[in-house]
């Protein structure tokens, strides 16, 4: 019998965050359930604005990279991208290459390919010495190549490393890393996809191409106090805060030059939010005898928001978005820093037109990624996929995803995160997968439509051969799996079989994860080389464990939830004793199988169609994120069937809520109808809410997780 959990929270809780952050009292309820309460991560179900992501100058290297790059450009220099074969890898590969070619740079991509190991190889930095090339970038990839940097620097070549994967013990020297996963990256948010990182790279690069690159600007403010002023400054490079100091003081009793002031101000350009009242507080406060140079920024930002040309700054900090989520009283200063980053922001597209449309080509990408990777759908994750979405439901695919979509049926309709989860990456996985990740490059890169048009198609071959090199993976490897998880303590399990197709290592590892709920290894053999995938659940870090086993490995990477490794197939005895031995340490969290988390109940009457409202707010849906689950009691089924042809046959059924009939789909559960549940029946259900299109036509429909006879009256 399965459980169904609904966290029980206050009323003062929902209506805390209903006044504070503008919400509707169900959004709050889901809100609190799970476990989003502070501000700055409610920003980010609430506001979709590019302007909530952090900038790319966040990263402490950031600038190094794109002054290297800039270097390149003016040099003349060869630049080789070097990515990986997944989605994220060819995406990050694509988004780079785009900016870097349109800079006019000589910039060629490689991919691994064929049998080919992960990361940057020997082979790769040999060949593009032959060409003469300086500068290698690696996207996806790169943090674990170290001994293959080293290499690279010998032959005077510069790289740099733009990765999100956990960093080893030892990282690569003589490189420019940028990795959100660094401990001293500066960065605030860690999960991040690799097409994020070089989005990121590629934003930095072409905000430096702007006045505003390396510009060191100071913001200035005087508020008054009761009997005192506070004179505020914020020094900003690339909009990024550098510094600040408060300076306190009572006016007529100290000269400037006893405060922080004169150094901290000096050889800067200086900003200030109504210069008049600035300079009136100022010789109040230091005698008419102090010269200022300022700069009226107001004048500037009025140009572009007419609505703030007469407003103070006092008015302003309440207007701010950003302010209403942060976690103090919102300030003048804060004010000030919000509207000019803004005021610069849309100042840089108004000169730029392009930008708007180049980010939005980008965005599609950074979003695919995000969910082929499987990040967190929170903090910019969930802006970066709802950009990505709301551009490809507008009709502005870019060139290859949209060959791809039609094919897949998918062009012209409602497309959500499931929709790019289930059905596009599934099959640009396949190119990597299979050793042919040039392919999914060629689908984004190609100008000729025909091109594009053809490789659409090859792509989803792949993918058939692909689904069908699964079921085998799958029959050479279930029954060596299960008898396997007694030798590994019964806390993982582990299939190694040379029959099993590398491209199909990590799908197996996953479906093994699926069915026994620990974790997997799937390895298979080429040659003398043994190359496996592991994935994770229940809490635990993969990388961690494997960290305990590179003296064996060749090389190994990825994140907690999914790994990749590869050794010497002499060393597999010694992986299997080594992996005995190490199991019997693995601690797992409690299982969560059998069990669902009730998101809100809701009664009869509030299961409408309005409903999907509320569903779409809380899109993208992804990892941390799933899909809205709801629980209603003391419903009337008014008709069902059993549908469908295979083994296990589907549940339909209708089901009449308050004065709304929905269609209810049951997958696989068919055989419950005149066993569990008869038609006229009341019924308690848990569901999620789905667009269903058939014929071009779009329909709401219930999807059932579970479904029970009421036992209470009805309400």
């Known amino acids: 019998m399965s459980q169904w959990i609904k966290k029980e929270i206050t009323k003062k809780e929902i209506e805390d965050m209903r006044l504070k952050y503008g919400l509707d009292s169900l959004s709050a309820s889901i809100l609190s359930r799970r476990n989003v309460t502070e501000g700055k991560d409610i920003l980010y179900y609430m506001e979709d604005d590019l302007r909530f992501t952090h900038s790319p100058f966040l990263f402490n290297s950031m600038e190094d990279a794109v002054d290297r790059i800039l270097d390149a450009r003016e040099q003349g220099e060869k630049v080789l991208i070097f990515g990986d074969r997944d989605v994220d890898g060819v995406t990050s590969t694509t988004v780079l290459y785009d900016c870097l070619s349109s800079m006019g740079i000589d910039v060629r991509y490689r991919l691994p390919s064929g049998d080919d190991a992960y990361g940057l190889s020997v082979q790769a930095i040999e060949d593009f010495e032959k060409e003469g090339g300086t500068l290698i970038i690696t996207v996806d990839c790169g943090i674990s190549n170290v001994q293959e940097i080293a290499l690279a620097a010998e032959k005077g070549m510069d790289v740099i490393v733009a990765d999100h994967h956990n960093a080893p013990e030892t990282l690569p020297e003589n490189a420019i890393l940028i990795d959100p996963k660094l401990e001293n990256s500066g960065y605030p948010f860690k999960d991040i996809s690799g097409c994020a990182v070089a989005y990121k790279l590629v934003s930095a690069l072409r905000f430096s191409e702007s006045k505003w690159y390396k510009q060191e600007v100071t913001l200035l403010n005087v508020r008054p106090l009761n009997d005192a002023s506070m004179i505020e400054c914020i020094k900003l490079r690339n909009l990024i805060p550098v510094s600040r100091i408060d300076e306190t003081v009572v006016p007529g009793t100290v000269s400037i030059s006893h405060t922080r002031l004169p150094e901290y101000l000096k050889g800067q350009i200086i900003l200030v939010w109504d210069e008049n009242t600035i300079k009136k507080q100022l010789n109040n406060i230091f005698g008419s005898g102090i010269e200022f140079n300022f700069m009226d920024i107001r004048t500037e930002v009025s140009r572009l928001f007419p609505q703030f040309s007469d407003s103070s700054l006092l008015r302003i900090k309440d207007m701010s978005k950003i302010a209403r989520y942060g976690n103090h009283a919102p300030t003048e200063i804060g004010g000030f820093y919000n509207i000019y980053v803004t005021y610069v922001q849309q100042s840089l597209k108004k000169e730029n037109p392009k930008l708007a449309s180049l980010e939005e080509k980008d965005l599609q990408l950074v979003a695919l990624a995000a969910l082929a990777d499987i990040m967190p759908m929170k903090n910019e994750n969930r802006i970066f996929v709802k950009k990505g979405l709301e551009s490809l439901n507008s009709g502005k695919v870019r060139n290859g995803l949209k060959e791809l979509l039609s094919r897949l049926n998918l062009l012209g309709r409602h497309i959500t995160s499931i929709d790019l989860s289930w059905n596009v990456v599934s099959n640009l996985n396949a190119a990597g ?72 290592c990590g799908l197996l590892a996953g479906r093994l994860v699926s069915t026994y709920d620990i974790p997997a290894m799937a390895v298979t053999v080429i040659d003398d080389m043994a190359i496996g995938s592991m994935r994770s659940c229940r809490g635990f870090n993969l990388t961690a464990f494997l960290n305990n086993l590179s003296h064996l490995f060749l090389n190994f990477g990825g994140h907690n939830a999914a790994a990749g490794f590869s050794l010497k197939k002499e060393n597999l005895p010694e992986l299997e004793k080594q992996l005995k031995i190490l199991s019997g340490s693995i601690e797992l969290s409690e299982s969560e199988k059998d069990s669902y988390e009730v998101d809100a109940e809701l009664p009869p009457a509030y299961i409408t169609t309005d409903i999907i409202k509320i569903c779409d707010r809380f899109e993208p849906y992804g990892e941390e994120n799933p899909p809205l689950l709801f629980m209603a009691k003391n419903l009337t089924v008014t008709d069902g069937i059993a549908i469908g042809k295979g083994e296990k046959q589907h549940l339909k059924l209708n089901i009449q809520a308050g004065k709304t009939r929905w269609p209810a789909l049951f997958w696989n559960e068919g055989d419950r109808l005149h066993k569990e549940i008869e038609i006229g029946d009341r019924v308690d259900i848990l569901f999620n809410v789905e667009r269903n299109v058939f014929n071009g036509v779009e329909n709401l429909q219930l999807v059932l997780k579970d479904i029970k006879r009421s036992s209470g009256d009805p309400q």
């Open 433 to 504: 997968r299979l050793g042919q990740p040039e392919l999914a490059a060629e689908l984004f890169l190609a100008k000729e439509p025909s091109v594009r048009e053809a490789t659409a198609d090859r792509i989803i071959a792949l993918n058939a051969q692909r689904k069908q090199l699964s079921v085998d993976a799958w029959n050479y490897g279930i029954m060596q799996a299960q008898a396997s998880i007694p030798n590994y303590n019964g806390k993982l399990c582990v299939v190694m079989d040379p029959r099993i197709n590398r491209g199909v």
